[in-house]
């Protein structure tokens, strides 16, 4: 059975692997160890940890297979901790540490560790250069990758990925190019950099060089498509598709400019999920069409849909493009009395935006004054702006918003002073 268990975790068939480990009358080291590795991959820390104490002596491969769970699931000390009991460590041992620092945004503590470790493989670079990049540091990431003295697909895809996403696509090309090899996530990290780049010739040559694209790949190339305002083209490469989710059609609709195309494109969707349901009906709340931003919230809720935080943003923002305040409070309060929503700092901003607009300026302020989150330049933007029809806002009321909150004081006599020059500027 223990040969059973090592081919279902080779090919990644942990659901067999554990439901037979379940069934067998008793256990050897070798299949709780399987199973730990098993559990652990499925961040069943709980489970790892339980088997591993029940092991009457543990070996290294167990002891990585825990500290590698602890490590992808961020518990960082317990890592640690089992780390500084080990008598001895592996290269896997260490790469398992060196990624909880890393997960942990350790970069000084992981960088300080790699160039300790008595060995580094392929995930050890790896590892490193993704905590740069994860940190900003694209220089270092990139230093990093031009040193290694080995480099692998993980790696390349990594940097491609990160280079891509900074904007940098001709050195993420060249890198791209230099490989001897690519599989799916290559080509879709640098397909995806075309699109977003409006390279759509270039996306398109590197789709047509991939022998098996998967649903991602196709869904990468779907939204560069709709990026690049070629919506009809997008909708041919459904039929040809090898799996069309939710996600892809999403992809598009998320494209889609266009009141009417995204109606018609909602209509035929034969299945929707609640990033849908919200798709739509942002675009009608951003051109202030409330009745129609209504209607599909409503209907959202009567197809089984639980409204989410986003779904009140779309209405609040409805209700602001509107100006209709009364509406606007009622779905503001409904959020918690009705649904038991944590009101998020978004929705005051909606709902300032929403009193500006109309010309409450009092009930403005009172928000902002008593709203706990701290006020963004957004907010007192929204009060400088709001009361346009024969109010004047004075100095000395918008520094009455918190003359405590000295970051507040500086930025709020900044906007006023910018908005007089403007004003002698007409």
């Known amino acids: ?145 031009d040193s290694m003295p080995q480099r692998d697909l993980a790696a390349c895809n990594l940097i491609i990925a990160a280079l891509a996403q900074r904007g940098f696509i001709d050195a993420a090309r060249r890198i791209f190019d230099s490989m001897p090899e ?107 069409h409330i009745e129609k931003t209504l209607e599909l919230y409503w209907a959202m809720l009567l197809h089984g849909f639980q409204p989410t935080g986003a779904s009140f943003l779309c209405v609040l923002l409805g209700c602001s493009h509107a100006g209709d305040v009364d509406r606007g409070l009622s779905y503001f309060r409904s959020m918690r009395l009705d649904h038991g929503f944590d009101v998020r700092k978004e929705h005051f901003s909606c709902m300032v935006d929403l009193l500006s607009r109309a010309g409450h300026f009092v009930e403005a302020k009172e928000l902002v004054q008593t709203m706990p989150f701290v006020p963004k330049i957004q907010d007192f933007t929204c009060l400088i702006r709001g009361p346009s029809s024969g109010s004047t806002v004075h100095e000395s009321e918008m520094i009455e918003l918190d003359e405590s909150n000295g970051a507040a004081y500086v930025l709020t006599r900044e906007i006023l002073q910018s908005t007089r020059r403007n004003l002698l500027e007409l």
């Open 1 to 145: 059975m223990n040969s059973l268990l090592d081919a279902y975790a080779r090919v990644g068939h942990l659901d067999s692997l554990l439901e037979l480990f379940d069934s067998m009358p008793e256990w050897s080291r070798s299949s709780l160890t399987s199973a730990i590795a098993a559990h652990g991959r499925r961040g069943n820390v709980k489970e790892c940890l339980s088997l591993f104490r029940d092991m009457e002596e543990h070996d290294l491969v167990a002891a990585n297979a825990v500290l590698t769970a602890f490590s992808r699931n961020g518990d960082f000390d317990s890592a640690k901790a089992l780390f500084d009991s080990l008598p001895c460590a592996s290269i896997v041992t260490w790469n398992a540490m060196l990624c909880a620092h890393v997960t942990a945004g350790h970069l000084e503590a992981a960088t300080c560790m790699f160039e300790s470790m008595p060995a580094r493989d392929p995930v050890t670079w790896t590892a490193l250069i993704s905590a740069f990049a994860a940190a900003g540091d694209l220089g270092a990431a990139k230093a990093l990758f």
């Open 182 to 288: 690519w599989d799916v996530v290559s080509c879709t990290a640098m397909l995806a950099a075309f699109a977003r780049n409006g390279l759509l010739e270039d996306a398109r040559h590197v789709f047509g060089s991939i022998p098996a694209a998967n649903v991602v790949t196709w869904t990468a190339m779907l939204a560069a498509y709709g990026r690049n305002g070629h919506l009809d083209t997008a909708q041919c490469l459904f039929p040809p598709m090898p799996d069309v989710d939710v996600v892809t059609w999403n992809t598009v609709l998320a494209h889609t400019g266009d009141l009417q195309d995204a109606g018609r494109i909602f209509a035929t969707m034969p299945e929707r999920d609640s990033s849908s349901w919200n798709a739509v009906p942002v675009m009608y709340a951003q051109r202030g």
